[in-house]
């Protein structure tokens, strides 16, 4: 009875128990094949959403003479394009104060961060609280920077200008005189983010091993020559980093030259273009002249300088830390 | 067992959550109002400026003659240039936009291209009050195969505001009669700041050269040709068009007699302008005694006064009211735009704000034309705005006309910066000229 049973049970079992069993383990193999892609959907779906599908859209965008003004949308090809390299000379003076703006504060604020980062990197009464005061910056909103900087640097009742006076300068008008403008602006960008900057180096210097600062003390090697010789090198890979991200943020400069006006014509950077950036020409091309496809264009060849910028800015400072 | 339970779970919680995120960007409108006109209704009014159009009181009245309805007012603080660009998109996308939105004068043009996606007040027995606007703002408020876009709200007529304190220390007479009579042409006006000028050292004459620069431009086009950069046919003639270059060349002449206070209008400084009392006179379309008001504050309440702006007649700004194809109560909605254009609707604006109606009936109304307005020294704002209003000329603003307007303001705040007016006029026609391709 038993033995039969015991002979009956198995087909039994797998006669009675085999659908749900089954179920349950390609349910299970199911699960195992697919879920891992189910939980990393939600962030391709908004990846999709918000920048896969505008990027195609710009591309297709900037082939066509998309405007609200016109009732159909035409394909003209390379026509936005052919003009804007050609036929454009305010898309080109707005290339040349991007990339002037862009000189004029990232290199002043990576040299600054780098002697910031290794004077925080010593021995110093108070450490913590010099390491938190250089970041503060970076929890401030860009927009209450640029307001308070264009106070600062007002014609008339300016600070700057105020300071300017005491020593005996001449007031300048920070907005009508294109390098005047440039100076203006880049500090607003390096009092922003030379602390955080600093901060990426000093976590960076951190964690270069104390053993080479000694074995070269140990040399005679002076502090200076530590500071070249070993840090430099060392930070290769954080310099390069900053850099990419500065060149990023650089060539995307926009909110600080448009608060540096207020009121209207705001996008055309100053009264000839002075300090208008690429991305506010684009802006201005697709708000008030309403030529969305040669916006398109705008933001294509922009996203092009910068693949360009970034290159070349990896490439010398793979150089500058190698020769060492 | 217990790990595929859990697995399972799991997958049912990742599951749910797409289905979520995806149902979230599904549903952003909220579908409880129903179509039908019975139901309450919420109608959203998307206003720009400062002052707001000063609609307040007759939304409350509105809503009490009609128990279904309730209005929700956006925009008030938001700058002309914001507002188009946002109002813009929303019409493009066919969403997002109220269901009264106001249409500026110079940005009006741009939407006729867009008309098919307005609901057009015709079908609304708008034709009916065609009597009840001035018929040039009739015809700005109607698209060429004439549907109408938008009910007219307000025009700007043109008069100057002084200041009365400053004219007296400066030896020029305060009274406003005797103030018009000293410039009756802009030449006279501008001797006229040349004479303050030579008296007051620390005050300018003239807040802007772009301010100048508009209302001047506004009215001797008013006068001629009847278009400023673009002719009725919407091609860029800024180059050809002689009244362009006369408004250009009396502005450049303000500024090398030294009479413009250089400040960009509607800026920070602009706005600091009034307040420190920095210069002593502004063109003034009549919506601009409301941002005197709003800016200058209660400490230059009577330092202000009105009188008659040299030249003859003019109009800058004004507005409409349209109703997007995008509202779910359009029938509501062109109700309600007809309410706040009526005569009575246009009163009670000024009343507010100071916005000069469109109305004949309420251009004639005692409660205009008998208006005085005591911030502005009890000036009889009515008479002096009502006077021009009624037998203005219209002039003809295109498509990119705030496009190519910047362009050329930008030139002349560059010439008030230093730079040569000849050569800013080469720019002019440059910039503009790219502005508005």
Sequence with gaps: ?324 | MSVPTHRRRFAAIALASVAVLATATACGDDSSDSGKSDGPVTLVVDVFGDQGFGYDELYKQYEAEHPNVKIQERGKGLGLGDYNTRLTQQITAGSGAGDVVALEEGTIVQFYAQADRFVNLADHGANDLKGNFLPWKWEQGTTPDGKVLGLGTDVGSMALCYRSDLFKAAGLPTDREQVAALWPTWDQFIATGQKFAAADKKHKFVDSATNFYNVVLMQIAGQGTGYTYYDKSNKLVIDQNPDVKSAYDLTTKMIAAGLSNNLQSFSNEWNAGFKNGTFATIACPAWMTGVIKGQAGDAAAGKWDIAKAPGNGGNWGGSFLGVPKSSKHQKEAAALAKFLTSAKGQTEAFKKVGNLPSSPQALADPAVVDSTNDYFSKAPVGKIFAAGASDLKPVYLGPKNNAVRTAVENTLRAVEQGKSADEQWQAALKNGAAAGK
């Design chain 1, 1 to 324: 009875m038993s033995l039969d049973l015991h002979a009956a049970a198995p087909p039994d079992h797998a006669r009675g128990g085999r659908p749900a069993h089954r179920r349950r383990t390609s349910f299970t193999r199911l699960d195992l094949k697919y879920s891992p892609y189910l939980y990393v959907l939600p962030f391709f779906v908004i990846f999709a959403v918000f920048s896969a599908y505008p990027i195609a859209y710009t591309v297709w965008i900037a082939l066509t003479d998309r405007s609200p003004l016109n009732a159909t949308i035409s394909f003209v090809g390379l026509d936005n394009f052919v003009e804007l390299i050609t036929d454009d000379p305010q898309f080109w003076n707005a290339v040349v104060n991007t990339f002037g703006m862009f000189v004029l504060s990232t290199v002043p604020q990576l040299m600054l961060a780098l002697v910031l980062a290794n004077a925080l990197n010593r021995k110093l009464r108070a450490q913590t609280f010099f390491r938190m005061a250089i970041a503060m910056p970076i929890i401030t909103s860009t927009a209450v920077v640029a307001l308070i900087f264009s106070m600062l640097y007002a014609k008339d009742f300016g600070l700057v200008n105020w300071a300017l006076d005491t020593i005996g300068v001449d007031p300048i008008d920070w907005r009508a005189n294109r390098f005047a403008s440039w100076f203006a602006i880049s500090t607003m960008v390096d009092w922003r983010w030379v602390g955080y900057n600093a901060l990426i180096y000093l976590a960076a210097m951190q964690s270069i091993s104390k053993d080479m600062y000694e074995a070269a003390a140990l040399d005679g090697a002076s502090r200076r020559r530590q500071f070249w010789s070993i840090t430099i090198p060392q930070l290769r890979p954080t310099i390069i980093f900053t850099l990419i991200i500065s060149t990023i943020g650089g060539l995307q400069l926009f909110t600080e030259p448009l608060l540096f006006t207020s009121g209207s014509g705001g996008l055309s950077g100053g009264s000839e273009g002075q300090f208008q950036t690429i991305t506010m020409y684009l802006l201005d091309v697709m708000n008030q002249r309403f030529r969305w496809g040669y916006a398109g264009a705008v933001a294509l060849v922009l996203f092009l300088l910068i693949a360009l910028m970034s290159t070349v800015n990896y490439l010398l400072a793979r150089r500058i830390s190698s020769d060492k």
